[in-house]
């Protein structure tokens, strides 16, 4: 069932929303070569206790950390470690999220470290702009696959692929709540959107083909054909004047 937020609920997802988005600034100058992914784990946990909220990641269905931090070809749910040292010309995707108020913030990043290939710079940038487009979409009247659609186009469009096996998702007083948010699939389908809807639109962009595995942690997902992967989320809220970005600075 897909649950509508009321304007109260939405501005309480917005303050969440908020927290989740100022964090990728404080942590984007850690993203540096010589620094391990754990160092932004550090990051986020100082960051939780001195705005005094719980991050939404640790411990939800065992995962062990507050942040997904996934270098290079592995596309989401990197778990950070003191042994992966970030290297010049590497890109990391940072996922983050809190609860506050009793509601979930989400959002996502994709980082290169220092100066990286040119491939690399595109996958970024295309990925970041099918967001936008997928954000585009969020009106009143429009269907869940005008927005799907929207972001395949422009990926596909880049001579990239979107991931299938993992989707974005609508989010409140849970993390993951129905509908879920396919970033490929015809445009005119799936439900329609109306007025208090809220969404985690992420697409995952793969360099090369869209096909992923998952590593033997239980958590770590990679393509398959080892080329990079970017990773981008913004919350979204439908409203009657047009979509609503909730995670912004």
């Known amino acids: 069932m897909i649950i509508i937020k009321s304007p109260r609920e939405i501005e309480a997802l917005r303050r969440a929303g908020g927290l989740v988005a100022r964090f990728f600034e404080e942590v984007k100058p850690v993203v540096q070569a010589g620094n391990t992914t754990f160092d932004l784990e550090d990051c986020a946990v100082a960051y939780l206790s001195r705005h005094s909220v719980k991050g939404a990641f640790n411990g939800y269905m065992g995962y062990p950390a507050n942040l997904c931090t996934s270098v290079n070809d592995e596309v989401v749910h990197g778990i950070p470690s003191r042994k992966r040292v970030l290297q010049e010309g590497d890109i990391v995707s940072v996922d983050f999220g809190v609860i506050c108020e009793g509601f979930y913030g989400d959002a996502a990043r994709t980082f290169p470290v220092g100066k990286t290939?040119?491939?690399?710079?595109?996958?970024?940038?295309?990925?970041?702009?099918?967001?936008?487009?997928?954000?585009?979409?969020?009106?009143?009247?429009?269907?869940?696959?005008?927005?799907?659609?929207?972001?395949?186009?422009?990926?596909?469009?880049?001579?990239?692929?979107?991931?299938?096996?993992?989707?974005?998702?609508?989010?409140?007083?849970?993390?993951h709540e129905e509908p879920q948010v396919p970033n490929f699939g015809p445009p005119g389908s799936g439900p329609r959107f109306i007025a208090g809807m809220v969404l985690a639109i992420e697409p995952m962009v793969n360099a090369g083909s869209w096909g992923v595995e998952i590593l033997k942690d239980g958590w770590t997902v990679v393509t398959r054909d080892r080329k990079r992967s970017a990773h981008f989320e913004h919350m979204v809220a439908i409203t009657e004047d047009g979509p609503d970005i909730l995670t912004l600075p």
Do not use: M, Y
């Open 117 to 175: 290939d040119v491939v690399s710079e595109r996958l970024i940038s295309t990925t970041e702009a099918s967001l936008s487009k997928g954000i585009e979409a969020c009106r009143v009247g429009n269907r869940l696959g005008d927005l799907s659609s929207a972001v395949q186009e422009v990926v596909e469009s880049a001579g990239f692929s979107v991931v299938r096996d993992f989707v974005g998702h609508g989010i409140g007083r849970q993390l």
